[in-house]
Structures are given as C-alpha cells and as structure tokens.
C-alpha cells in the first residue's frame, strides 16, 4: 500500500541550530513530492515541491530538501532555525497529475531559546 | 494575487444537521480540493474538481458532497452531521491539481 512516513512526532531544536526533518514515502513510481508548514490555527503553507530533476530543492524561508531514490526519502532541512520555524510539518505525496495528496502525520517543531 | 478563501472560519452545528462550506480559489486556478484534519486522523483528502467535473475522491461516505462552479468557486457539503465530523476542513486550489494551495480552514464542531 502507498504510505507516507514521517518518523519522528516531535522535535525540539535550539534557535540557531540546524533543523532536519525526515520522509519516507512507500510508491511505486517517483512521486511529486512537498512540504507543507501549518502554524497555529492556520491553512498549510507550500515550502517547497519535487517534481524532476535537481535532487535538492530550494525552497521559502530559507528551507531546502533532498530527493534520493534510493532511500525513498524527502528529508527537509533549514541551517539555522527561527523562533518562527515553531510550526507543524508535513510531508505529502502523489504519483497523479491532478489532486490527491497524501499527507504524512506531521513533525511538530519547537523551538527554544 | 489574493489566496485562497474559506468561508465561514468557524462553524458551530448541532448532530443530524447539514452544513456547506466555501472556498474561493486563486484567480486562474482551475482545480480545487477539499480536505479534512482531525488529530486523530491527520489530514485527508476528501475530493478534487476541476473544470466542474469531479476527478477524484477519497475514502468518505456518501454524506460528504461537493460541487464546483463555472467560476471556479466551490461548495461542499456534509449532510447528517455526525459528532466525528468536527474537523478542520482545508480548500486547497492549484493551475492543474498537484501543486496546491491552501486556505485557512474552516473549523467545524459538531455539538
């Protein structure tokens, strides 16, 4: 069956320090890939997408994440977090070329000073 | 250009009602999806149109509709409400379906 893993429920990091956040997703063929952020009370906001070619992709606020194959995964990365990086994370997936995405738990992200 | 709009923010109904929600979309996007978060089911899809057609739905019961307008802005609906209902329900927009947008959510509770 299609899945979409993000391990890791809860992550604390320090302000100024790096910030990684893993994807595993389960498909058959390549996906186009996302990340969402959902502040508090908030819709989902784009990050950055996935689609071809270049494995690592930039993205806003200073995020970027890497496509391998290999792995399957889609890991997120910000070198030096924000108190405002505080948020929820979402990692979504689809093989259509029309809407269905297919969200992961979530990683919430905390950050302290 | 302005984002995608959802109307009303909050909504308070009482079980067995009905309810519909709106959403506007980006000018220029063609395709809407309709989303529901709960904390104990996290995000999922619902359904997406496009051009007012239907083109994909996910796994909800009948109870849950949706429709889309020529000008693209789209309604759904969820009939007999349920206390399991209570959700965030997110529209998201896109030029073609897989690149998409988001509003702020309508927060549904179902007392």
């Known amino acids: 069956a299609q899945s979409v893993t993000q391990p890791d429920i809860h992550i604390t990091v320090s302000e100024g320090a790096s910030l990684e956040l893993r994807c595993n997703y389960s498909?058959?063929?390549?996906?186009?890939l996302f990340w969402y952020v959902q502040s508090p009370g908030q819709g989902l906001q784009l990050l950055l997408k996935?689609?071809?070619?270049?494995?690592l992709v930039q993205g806003i606020k200073g995020f970027e994440a890497e496509f391998k194959r290999s792995q399957s995964s889609f890991n997120l990365r910000k070198p030096s977090v924000h108190w405002s990086d505080a948020a929820e994370y979402f990692c979504?997936?689809?093989?259509?070329?029309?809407?269905?995405?297919?969200f992961g738990a979530g990683t919430q992200v905390v950050v302290t000073p | 250009k302005a984002g995608v709009t959802q109307t009303p923010r909050y909504l308070i109904k009482t079980r067995g009602q009905q309810v519909t929600l709106s959403c506007s979309p980006i000018s220029g996007h063609r395709s809407v999806s309709w989303y529901q978060q709960t904390p104990g089911q996290g995000l999922q899809f619902l359904f997406e149109?496009?051009?007012?057609?239907?083109?994909n739905k996910g796994n909800f019961p009948g109870r849950f509709s949706g429709r889309q307008f020529s000008n693209s802005r789209s309604e759904m609906n969820v009939s007999t409400l349920e206390l399991g209902d209570s959700a965030l329900y997110l529209c998201?927009?896109?030029?073609?379906?897989?690149?998409?947008?988001f509003g702020p959510g309508t927060r549904l509770t179902v007392t």
């Open positions: 498909y058959g063929a390549t996906p186009y």
């Open positions: 996935y689609f071809s070619g270049d494995t």
């Open positions: 998201a927009s896109s030029p073609t379906g897989n690149e998409q947008y």
């Open positions: 149109y496009f051009s007012e057609t239907q083109r």
């Open positions: 979504a997936v689809t093989t259509d070329s029309w809407g269905k995405l297919q």
